[in-house]
């Protein structure tokens, strides 16, 4: 009996180990993303050890056993049984392709035990919060103090970029290595932070609620630095798929305002009196990013490269033409050089295939809608911070709709571990309402 209760306590304190060690991978995530995925390894691989019977039993995930293999047997099959067609392209990259589909999939499978209840997908939204503030210290000390890097430690192992800037009106990058990686990463973090803050409102301190209010003050100053319209519209967005119809009254004037004073700020032929007033609430450094409003497909180039991405899927929809081949393509067929395909279901249906890009998209939107109704309808839960969870996946959601800032390692990774969380909920939800039938 003694030995039982013994063992029992052993397993017990590694688990806490584990998710110790998780959490502060979590923390340096941002700062330091070669140490966290150091430091996440190790309780993913325990946890994939223990669990993987369990994660069998799971039908859901068999969509991302089957994208696997297609990615994986197109890689072997280009690798050594195909021809290489596409000039200044190696097969190569489809290996170096996997890398940011695969483990990242094995991420959300390992994750799970450490996201299976609330409390513990609090904990790790308020460490995301923390872990969030060198990234605003890097901001506003590049942006006031003239800080540049990249700043190098342990022979480049940790790197915060801040990339020097020519005059004042470019974005700031903080530690990133791009202004867009920056904002996604402040817009996917934003709910977590509103919602903390709407928590300490009600039941904290004054001084903590001032600290809070504080800090959300300088996150939205960092975003508007960051100049970002992806991470202005996540912000935006997270309001009502966190606070529901209670914001409406007052939210969709809001964001009428902002959206008509823009498009009167690039109306050409609007008057300059009235163009003075509504371009008064838009920041010059945001304004910047919007051209003249025209009809002209020209001045929408995002339709034009989704065009012509679709025309490559449509030449090999089954198998995809390879990672990294889409630049290649684009310049040698339109003689203009693109970097993606700027939507992520467009970007890996041309590497891997439509059949693998549907696969990956069915399981995030079957994950989505599962979860839809127990958090929004349920009365099971009243933790907003379940909320915040949603709502940061469906700001991913809405980045990779018109941009591609996946293959930052640092915010693919945070979105796997996001869905692994919703998992979570719906293990939970089904685990409460079979206690409560009994």
Not at 304 to 314: D, E, P, Q, T
């Amino acid at each position: 009996m003694q030995v039982s209760i013994l063992l029992r306590s052993i397993h017990s304190l590694k688990t806490d180990l584990e998710f110790k060690i998780f959490i502060l991978g979590i923390f340096f995530l941002a700062s330091a993303p070669s140490l966290a995925f150091l430091l996440i390894l190790f309780p993913v691989i325990s946890s994939l050890r223990k669990n993987y019977k369990n994660l069998k039993k799971d039908k859901l995930n068999y969509l991302l056993f089957g994208a696997a293999l297609i990615m994986i047997s197109k890689s072997i099959i280009t690798s050594y049984l195909g021809s290489n067609e596409i000039t200044n392209w190696d097969s190569i990259l489809n290996w170096a392709g996997l890398g940011n589909w695969i483990p990242h999939f094995l991420i959300y499978f390992g994750s799970q035990k450490f996201v299976q209840n609330s409390d513990q997908r609090s904990l790790i939204a308020k460490t995301l919060i923390l872990g969030t503030v060198p990234v605003i210290f890097s901001c506003f000390s590049q942006y006031f103090l003239g800080w540049y890097g990249p700043y190098k430690l342990f022979n480049g192992l940790i790197v915060w970029y801040q990339r020097s800037r020519i005059n004042l009106n470019e974005p700031i990058t903080g530690l990133f290595n791009n202004p867009n990686y920056a904002g996604a990463w402040l817009a996917m973090t934003w709910p977590f932070l509103l919602t903390y803050l709407f928590e300490k409102r009600k039941n904290g301190s004054k001084l903590k609620l001032i600290i809070v209010f504080a800090f959300s003050v300088l996150f939205i100053a960092a975003i508007t630095l960051i100049n970002s319209r992806g991470a202005l519209l996540g912000t935006l967005a997270s309001i009502p798929l966190l606070f529901g119809q209670g914001v409406i009254i007052w939210f969709f004037p809001l964001v009428t305002l902002i959206f008509l004073s823009i498009f009167i700020c690039t109306l050409p032929i609007a008057p300059e009196n009235i163009k003075n007033i509504f371009c008064f609430l838009i920041p010059n450094n945001f304004l910047s990013n919007f051209n003249e409003f025209t009809l002209r497909v020209e001045n929408f180039p995002r339709i034009i490269i989704w065009g012509k991405a679709l025309n490559l899927i449509a030449q090999k929809p089954f198998f995809g033409w390879g990672a990294a081949t889409f630049p290649i393509l684009y310049f040698s067929q339109y003689g203009d050089w693109k970097g993606h395909a700027h939507n992520l279901f467009l970007e890996l249906s041309i590497s891997f295939g439509l059949v693998t890009s549907l696969l990956v998209f069915s399981f995030i939107g079957i994950l989505l809608f599962k979860t839809f109704r127990k958090i929004y309808k349920s009365k099971i839960f009243e933790n907003y911070f379940e909320r915040a969870w949603y709502a940061s996946i469906v700001i991913f959601l809405i980045l990779h709709s018109f941009d591609i800032v996946y293959f930052d390692a640092r915010i693919s990774i945070l979105f796997w571990i996001l869905l692994a969380g919703l998992r979570g909920f719906l293990n939970q939800t089904k685990n409460l309402k079979s206690f409560e039938e009994q």
